[in-house]
């Protein structure tokens, strides 16, 4: 027996179909023998009909009342799935965020849990009703519906195993798990088993899909279990392999280093396309210039991820290389010209045609020339690196986005990732 | 000024288009200096969709469930309508049943609103701050989400009413008043300026469809003045004669009958034709068998209305007619039968195709000669009259349907109604 939440997004609740398939999963944890609490998003498509009725009713609106309409999409899916739940014979409820509470912060759209008062749930689940729970949703300070911004419901759904002290959370999804890379362009990308937080972290951070960066990062800090598996999969279809508390089924656990025994030197390749490249040409290179340059775009609030500085040339003079996020370039080459008298550079230069990619790997830790193999490959095929940048878990390197599929593919394969 | 609630349904919020035109309403009160509590229920079809899902999701469900899903439509209408608000710089912020809160008994899907603490609402309204108040919900004592059942809006405005003290109860609705009778029978029907509680509640009992019963009900005992008027004016049309603190537009006020001060002696003629007959012939007329004929129904909680017991003949037996909701014609015949023995009737009829027509007036109680009048008009046209039932304020007559129209253009004629 043990304690469960269990998470299905929007596309898992798009239709009371879909929910009862949804109903039957909780069902067979619940037969189980396991406590289950459940965390839904709303109907795939309501939020964003709801959200288009608050753009249409004032361009510019109060967040608390964005909230208060937003926060009704869940809602509905907590009631259609506890009833679905009931007709099949396993006892549930629903709880809105306001009735649990989760209590959050006052950045209404965009707020953060402070505390989840797990004692109500607890006392239920141990009488064995399933907790069927609101996320994206919470309650402010001023005793208003708050809403955790777009995707919020993993980082409710962590919150909670926290909060009820849960042996795993598991996030059903429409993948079945993580991958070493992307599927769709490299065919022999294999499923991960088991992946840890940092490079769960990274790979989410980097472009992977499959979980939010801050459900991650939550999870880290209070060590829940969090297993990425398939909605999709028929609920009474026969479980795999695998380990995990009653529940062998595929998917990729994301866990502490220490429950990985293996550790692969590289464990996955994630790549974005989201970057821009900026070069800065021909500055004095004297003290003080990388803040002049780097002091405005701060100011401006834009995030800058890779930098280059070119080694001198005989005028003293150099250029400076680095990434913006891509809906962040005119703003940043705007903020940048304003300040050209101050900086003192003669040229700005920028490409939106990169793309930024990084292998990822707790092993690297302790492995030397992880890099050196990537910077090799990618030599071999006739690939220039414009910018390197480094962790101690991640290489990353900004290319000309036409190489993607081909760096990819020979990435997965110089570090022995290919399926067999 | 004054303060006021102003009520809105389904169809006057039914996009946001109309609730902008809602929000013109709103700020046309605040602009002429009253503080304005806004209630409105869910767009219209809204609560159809979600009802069936739920209906989907399991035809018998539990009502804690339902209320759940379906107050969800309540809660998108107030952040629309505050955004609304906000964006022609009226300042309003929307409250849910919860928060207000608006307590009700735990009847989930039915449930009576026990207690308002007005205290948080008057204290914004007289800030200066728009309530806008989700209708037709609150909350139960086991903290959950009650509904107070279809049209429980109407309900919900007089309740918000009496608890801030409103000077008057704004029904904005899709017709401009209460009218002497059916306007689309009778060409010649008048919209009323004032109606008494007691003669609107009749009204409501027979069939207009204007305000709901439980809704006048609550309005009667709080003494709280209910205006009904139309959502589908321009809200800047010019307001027309009549009386009331700071609004003379048109529509019909229910009040008080001390503010009424020349009673007609009938205000109004109402119909409906959701009631059936039936006759049980050839009982024995002995003490007791009323008892027997009307206990197995009450015993079904079906309701009888008209009861009319023939002249015994000479065998010592008599018919004994009334008359039940159409919808419980199937079940009181199957009832009756089951007792037939007991009772000792030979045989049943019923009939569906027969109306009730009602006069209402409180003008009744200090006249005489008023169900003369009514029972000569009928006679006159040769229309033949199957029960006859009578209150203070009230002549009922059941009467073959096809005679419908004739006999309510007679009437509204013979009671001076008709319009000049």
Same mark, same amino acid.
């Given at each position: 027996m043990a304690r469960l939440v269990m998470k299905f997004g929007g596309t898992s609740v798009a239709d009371v179909e879909r929910i009862k398939n949804v109903a039957a999963h909780v069902k067979r944890e619940v037969d189980a023998g396991n406590q289950v609490a459940v965390v839904v998003s709303a109907m795939s498509g309501k939020t964003n009909e709801l959200v288009g009725w608050v753009n249409e009713a004032a361009r510019l609106h109060d967040a608390r009342e964005y909230d208060t309409v937003v926060?009704?999409?869940?809602?509905?899916?907590?009631?259609?799935?506890?009833?679905?739940?009931?007709?099949?014979?396993?006892?549930?409820?629903?709880?809105?965020?306001?009735?649990?509470?989760?209590?959050?912060?006052?950045?209404?759209?965009?707020?953060?849990?402070?505390?989840?008062?797990?004692?109500?749930?607890?006392?239920?689940l141990e009488q064995g009703?399933?907790?069927?729970?609101?996320?994206?949703?919470?309650?402010?300070?001023?005793?208003?519906?708050?809403?955790?911004?777009?995707?919020?419901?993993?980082?409710?759904?962590?919150?909670?195993?926290?909060?009820? =002290?849960?042996?795993?959370?598991?996030?059903?999804?429409?993948?079945?798990?993580?991958?070493?890379?992307?599927?769709?362009?490299?065919? =022999?990308?294999?499923?991960?088993? =088991?992946?840890?937080?940092?490079?769960?972290?990274?790979?989410?951070?980097?472009?992977?899909?499959?979980?939010?960066?801050?459900?991650?990062?939550?999870?880290?800090?209070?060590?829940?279990?969090?297993?990425?598996?398939?909605?999709?999969?028929?609920?009474?279809?026969?479980?795999?392999?695998?380990?995990?508390?009653?529940?062998?089924?595929?998917?990729?656990?994301?866990?502490?280093?220490?429950?990985?025994?293996?550790?692969?030197?590289?464990?996955?390749?994630?790549?974005?396309?989201?970057?821009?490249?900026?070069?800065?040409?021909?500055?004095?290179?004297?003290?003080?210039?990388?803040? =002049?340059i780097f002091g405005p775009l701060a100011d401006a609030s834009i995030n800058v991820d890779m930098i280059v500085q070119d080694v001198s040339e005989e005028d003293k003079r150099t250029d400076v290389t680095f990434t913006v996020p891509a809906s962040d370039l005119a703003r940043a080459e705007d903020v940048l010209r304003k300040a050209q008298a101050d900086i003192g550079f003669e040229e700005l230069k920028s490409d939106t045609d990169v793309v930024k990619l990084s292998i990822i790997g707790v092993g690297m830790r302790s492995h030397a020339g992880v890099a050196q193999k990537m910077f090799q490959t990618l030599a071999d095929k006739g690939i220039n690196i414009h910018v390197i940048s480094t962790s101690e878990i991640k290489v990353s390197v900004l290319i000309d986005a036409e190489y993607t599929e081909l760096a990819l593919r020979a990435l997965h394969s110089a570090y022995e990732l290919d399926a067999a």
């Amino acid at each position: 027996m043990a304690r469960l939440v269990m998470k299905f997004g929007g596309t898992s609740v798009a239709d009371v179909e879909r929910i009862k398939n949804v109903a039957a999963h909780v069902k067979r944890e619940v037969d189980a023998g396991n406590q289950v609490a459940v965390v839904v998003s709303a109907m795939s498509g309501k939020t964003n009909e709801l959200v288009g009725w608050v753009n249409e009713a004032a361009r510019l609106h109060d967040a608390r009342e964005y909230d208060t309409v937003v926060a009704s999409g869940e809602q509905v899916t907590v009631g259609l799935l506890s009833i679905a739940l009931q007709e099949m014979g396993v006892a549930a409820r629903s709880w809105l965020g306001w009735q649990v509470p989760i209590r959050t912060n006052g950045a209404h759209s965009t707020a953060r849990i402070t505390e989840i008062d797990g004692t109500n749930l607890i006392e239920r689940l141990e009488q064995g009703q399933v907790a069927v729970i609101a996320g994206f949703q919470g309650i402010g300070p001023d005793n208003r519906i708050t809403t955790l911004g777009r995707g919020g419901s993993d980082t409710s759904a962590v919150a909670i195993a926290a909060a009820i =002290k849960a042996e795993r959370c598991d996030i059903y999804t429409d993948v079945d798990g993580v991958y070493t890379t992307d599927p769709r362009i490299v065919a =022999k990308a294999r499923r991960l088993d =088991k992946i840890s937080y940092e490079e769960m972290l990274e790979m989410a951070s980097l472009g992977a899909k499959v979980l939010q960066t801050r459900s991650v990062e939550l999870a880290m800090v209070h060590g829940v279990r969090l297993q990425v598996r398939s909605s999709f999969d028929a609920p009474d279809a026969p479980q795999g392999g695998g380990e995990g508390a009653n529940y062998n089924g595929p998917g990729t656990l994301v866990c502490g280093e220490d429950e990985i025994v293996e550790q692969e030197v590289v464990s996955g390749i994630a790549y974005t396309k989201d970057e821009a490249k900026i070069t800065v040409q021909k500055v004095q290179d004297q003290p003080g210039v990388a803040a =002049k340059i780097f002091g405005p775009l701060a100011d401006a609030s834009i995030n800058v991820d890779m930098i280059v500085q070119d080694v001198s040339e005989e005028d003293k003079r150099t250029d400076v290389t680095f990434t913006v996020p891509a809906s962040d370039l005119a703003r940043a080459e705007d903020v940048l010209r304003k300040a050209q008298a101050d900086i003192g550079f003669e040229e700005l230069k920028s490409d939106t045609d990169v793309v930024k990619l990084s292998i990822i790997g707790v092993g690297m830790r302790s492995h030397a020339g992880v890099a050196q193999k990537m910077f090799q490959t990618l030599a071999d095929k006739g690939i220039n690196i414009h910018v390197i940048s480094t962790s101690e878990i991640k290489v990353s390197v900004l290319i000309d986005a036409e190489y993607t599929e081909l760096a990819l593919r020979a990435l997965h394969s110089a570090y022995e990732l290919d399926a067999a």
